[in-house]
């Protein structure tokens, strides 16, 4: 699990079954500069502990004030504050803006088992909504096909932004974001933090053990399986990137079938023109259809003009960038 992702729901949970009480505080609404985006959280607990933000500091002390008061009263509430140049400034903005937060206690107004549920799917790596009405006090959970709002969800977890659809607020929960790199040459070595350092968890896979070495990546998940076994192991899915770096069709082939054959959202492959047309012509040849193909970002990059491992790193590292914003 990648450092950056939060625990918020998951420490609510465990703060309401360690009978401490617990209320989640999550931004709905922004305007101007606001410190933290749609979907941040904060939990508290009916002991004044939290975990997490929505402001980045300016508003907490009030939100856990007005949070206890919700715990004791078993209601919630959405507060709206306005942060004011200087509060702006001592946390690192240029001007101020105004957001508004939704304060819900655990278990009188959010469900436990609905909670459990969101928690549970998020373990699962499964793509959850929370979707609430703060006027109505209307909530549910999606995880699936046959909701009303179920285009605007679609869209909001490929953009993974939360939000306003109508009188509906959708409080996505994606899972990780991770990367599969097969083939541990220098670029892998570069890649790896680079990845990290965008909140991706990333694994190398390897069946050579001369190149995927500890010693070549201290500290990093290895795997020495033929790619495609690999793959299988590791789980495809839509927050997923592949990339692979060998130039060996023997192993890059393995990994570029698995991964066309998933709905991960990213494959990139090393190699010239000239290779990725041999690799196009073998793909149509084992009855990969053009569209399937075309999926594959080859060479991998963006076109920056790259030069030696570090720099194809960062054009790789900027396309998975691109292809996850903007796709």
Same mark, same amino acid.
């Given at each position: 699990m990648t450092p950056n992702y939060d625990r918020i729901p998951e420490t609510a949970l465990t703060w309401h079954r360690q009978g401490k009480g617990a209320a989640l505080a999550t931004v709905i609404e922004t305007w101007g500069s606001a410190p933290r985006p749609v979907g941040s959280q904060l939990v508290i607990s009916g002991e004044g502990d939290m975990e997490g933000s929505v402001s980045g500091g300016c508003v907490e002390g009030a939100v856990v004030i007005e949070a206890i008061d919700c715990l004791e009263g078993g $209601?919630? %509430? &959405? #507060?709206e504050f306005g942060? *004011? /140049?200087e509060q702006a400034f001592a946390v690192g903005l240029a001007c101020g803006g105004r957001i508004r937060v939704l304060v819900e206690p655990v278990g009188r107004v959010i469900p436990v088992e609905m909670l459990e549920a969101l928690v549970d799917a998020r373990a699962g790596r499964e793509q959850v909504a929370y979707v609430v009405n703060p006027d109505s006090g209307a909530r549910r959970l999606v995880t699936g096909q046959g909701d009303a709002l179920e285009a605007e969800i679609a869209e909001r977890f490929r953009t993974d932004k939360s939000g306003f659809e109508g009188d509906w607020f959708i409080d996505i929960h994606n899972p990780p974001l991770r990367m599969a790199i097969v083939g541990a040459v220098h670029i892998a070595q570069a890649l790896v +933090?680079?990845? @990290?350092l965008a909140g991706y968890d990333p694994v190398v896979i390897d069946p050579r053990p001369a190149f995927g070495a500890e010693a070549r990546f201290p500290g990093e998940t290895l795997m020495e399986d033929w790619p495609d076994e690999a793959l299988a192991a590791y789980g495809l899915d +839509? @927050?997923? *990137? &592949? &990339? $692979? #770096? %060998?130039? /060996? +069709?023997k192993l890059d082939d393995p990994a570029i079938r698995a991964a066309l054959a998933s709905d991960c959202f990213y494959l990139g492959c090393l190699g010239s023109t000239r290779t990725h047309a041999k690799r196009v012509e073998r793909l149509t040849e084992a009855g990969f259809s053009a569209d399937q193909i075309a999926r594959i970002h080859g060479p991998v990059g963006l076109d920056i003009g790259a030069q030696g491992p570090a720099e194809i790193a960062i054009s790789i590292m900027a396309e998975i960038t691109s292809r996850l914003r903007k796709a």
């Amino acid at each position: 699990m990648t450092p950056n992702y939060d625990r918020i729901p998951e420490t609510a949970l465990t703060w309401h079954r360690q009978g401490k009480g617990a209320a989640l505080a999550t931004v709905i609404e922004t305007w101007g500069s606001a410190p933290r985006p749609v979907g941040s959280q904060l939990v508290i607990s009916g002991e004044g502990d939290m975990e997490g933000s929505v402001s980045g500091g300016c508003v907490e002390g009030a939100v856990v004030i007005e949070a206890i008061d919700c715990l004791e009263g078993g $209601t919630a %509430t &959405v #507060l709206e504050f306005g942060v *004011a /140049d200087e509060q702006a400034f001592a946390v690192g903005l240029a001007c101020g803006g105004r957001i508004r937060v939704l304060v819900e206690p655990v278990g009188r107004v959010i469900p436990v088992e609905m909670l459990e549920a969101l928690v549970d799917a998020r373990a699962g790596r499964e793509q959850v909504a929370y979707v609430v009405n703060p006027d109505s006090g209307a909530r549910r959970l999606v995880t699936g096909q046959g909701d009303a709002l179920e285009a605007e969800i679609a869209e909001r977890f490929r953009t993974d932004k939360s939000g306003f659809e109508g009188d509906w607020f959708i409080d996505i929960h994606n899972p990780p974001l991770r990367m599969a790199i097969v083939g541990a040459v220098h670029i892998a070595q570069a890649l790896v +933090p680079m990845a @990290r350092l965008a909140g991706y968890d990333p694994v190398v896979i390897d069946p050579r053990p001369a190149f995927g070495a500890e010693a070549r990546f201290p500290g990093e998940t290895l795997m020495e399986d033929w790619p495609d076994e690999a793959l299988a192991a590791y789980g495809l899915d +839509p @927050r997923t *990137a &592949v &990339v $692979t #770096l %060998t130039h /060996d +069709p023997k192993l890059d082939d393995p990994a570029i079938r698995a991964a066309l054959a998933s709905d991960c959202f990213y494959l990139g492959c090393l190699g010239s023109t000239r290779t990725h047309a041999k690799r196009v012509e073998r793909l149509t040849e084992a009855g990969f259809s053009a569209d399937q193909i075309a999926r594959i970002h080859g060479p991998v990059g963006l076109d920056i003009g790259a030069q030696g491992p570090a720099e194809i790193a960062i054009s790789i590292m900027a396309e998975i960038t691109s292809r996850l914003r903007k796709a």
